[in-house]
T-cell receptor, first 116, second 109 residues
């Protein structure tokens, strides 16, 4: 298994509180991603990073921010959590791209977040 | 309409049956992925392919680029194959994956 951990694994919080999820990798992979998984939807990209301090938005980035100050850590922050952000959050990593070729992504175990 | 469509959404089978899960996509891609998500939630990459066919044990993945279609086959299915199978595509010239909604497979003894 790729060395990816997520913390916390489960969290229950209240509407309006800030929440930070952490993804940690030991593979030294350049690319890191945050997804959310909801019933009836495929995994949807929130934000991704292509290097330290280099991040970009995905398709569902509203209400989320990210930071990557070290290669191994990618943080996802909900500044003011809402009930619509109740979801399972997955982190993924991939190795540097070969031009025009896709890369296998390796997924963390997921974080189940409930916003009451 | 989703850019990646899977069928069927749900599938039940008896142990030993041959299983086929289909994936169609509507965008230009550089690669297609098949992933497996077990009831515990973990997601594992099974295949990445950009042409032809790949085989790993009892699993076979094929792709037809002209028809924008891929299939995942499981031969001699087993209850431990019960999982959600997810198709995803690398959109050409981007770093991003687009995912299908998954096919839930249950294999009964």
């Amino acid at each position: 298994d790729a060395g990816i951990t997520q913390s916390p694994r489960h969290k229950v919080t209240e509407t309006g509180t800030p929440v930070t999820l952490r993804c940690h990798q030991t593979e030294n992979h350049r690319y890191m991603y945050w997804y959310r998984q909801d019933p009836g939807h495929g995994l949807r990209l929130i934000h991704y990073s292509y290097g330290v301090k280099d991040t970009d938005k995905g398709e569902v980035s509203d209400g989320y921010s990210v930071s990557r100050s070290k290669t191994e850590d990618f943080l996802l922050t909900l500044e003011s959590a809402t009930s619509s952000q109740t979801s399972v959050y997955f982190c993924a990593i991939s190795a540097p791209r070969t031009s025009g070729v896709g890369d296998t992504q390796y997924f963390g175990p997921g974080t189940r977040l409930t916003v009451l | 309409k989703n850019e990646v469509e899977q069928s069927p959404q749900n599938l039940t089978a008896q142990e030993g049956e041959f299983i086929t899960i289909n994936c169609s996509y509507s965008v230009g891609i550089s690669a297609l992925h098949w992933l497996q998500q077990h009831p515990g939630g973990g997601i594992v990459s099974l295949f990445m392919l950009s042409s032809g066919k790949k085989k790993h044990g009892r699993l076979i993945a094929t792709i037809n680029i002209q028809e924008k279609h891929s299939s995942l086959h499981i031969t001699a299915s087993h209850p431990r194959d019960s999982a959600v199978y997810i198709c995803a595509v690398n959109v050409y010239n981007t770093d991003k994956l687009i995912f299908g909604t998954g096919t839930r497979l249950q294999v009964f003894p």
